[in-house]
């Protein structure tokens, strides 16, 4: 079961890109990698999903090294609606249609403006 | 489609009442989490269904919770009886598949007093 570990909280100015990486040492060959983003009383909503290299979308990249043990979440120019939780989350696939889904503790983004 | 639809989205109970949790997840979705989410634990799973059968309850904390999804429309989430420890907001998600993008609900705020 792949754990993830990402930094409890980052700050940042507004128009800078942020960057958050989540740690999976253990993560396996068939487990994908996905970021979801979480307002203050609002349910997790995705952002991005990956296996390997880079994924863009119009909203974020997602920067996997070819070791897959880590993987960097890239949000260009934040603004203050940007300001929110960050979760890592690795989907790791245990057999006849079982997925161990480990959340991430989260990284509390806060842009200042 | 009006996305994962949680009740009550709030609820107040003293310690000792059973509590039932209702999820109604997004038609054509195939699977259907249960999470619990606290400051000191974060983002737990607790079961998940892929086509009504549970999955995976290995995340349910002890026999006092249980789940139940007697169709593809709708599922349950019950704590009896409940404790104050049980106080959190839970989540329910579904997603087309065990891997797919995960649509959260609004949550349920519990409160056992």
């Known amino acids: 079961l792949a754990k993830t570990t990402q930094p409890i909280s980052m700050d940042s100015y507004e128009g800078q890109e942020v960057n958050i990486t989540c740690s999976h040492n253990n993560i396996a060959t068939n487990d994908y990698i996905t970021w979801y983003q979480q307002f203050p009383s609002q349910g997790p909503r995705f952002i991005i999903q990956g296996y390997k290299t880079k994924v863009t979308n119009e909203v974020a990249s997602l920067f996997i090294p070819a070791d897959r043990k880590s993987s960097t979440l890239s949000l260009p120019r934040v603004s203050l609606s940007d300001t929110a939780v960050y979760y890592c989350?690795?989907?790791?696939?245990?057999?006849?249609?079982?997925?161990?889904?480990?959340f991430g503790k989260g990284t509390k983004l806060s842009v200042i403006p | 489609d009006a996305g994962v639809i949680q009740s009550p989205r709030h609820e107040v109970t003293e310690m000792g009442q059973e509590v039932t949790l209702r999820c109604k997840p997004i038609s054509g979705h195939n699977s259907l989490f249960w999470y619990r989410q606290t400051m000191m634990r974060g983002l737990e799973l607790l079961i998940y269904?892929?086509?009504?059968?549970?999955?995976?309850d290995s995340g349910m904390p002890e026999d006092r919770f249980s789940a139940k999804m007697p169709n593809a429309s709708f599922s349950t989430l019950k704590i009896q009886p409940s404790e104050p420890r049980d106080s959190a907001v839970y989540f329910c998600a579904s997603s087309l598949g065990g891997s797919e993008t995960q649509y959260f609900g609004p949550g349920t705020r519990l409160l056992v007093l």
């Open positions: 269904f892929n086509n009504n059968v549970p999955i995976d």
């Open positions: 989350l690795v989907d790791s696939y245990s057999g006849a249609g079982s997925y161990q889904l480990t």
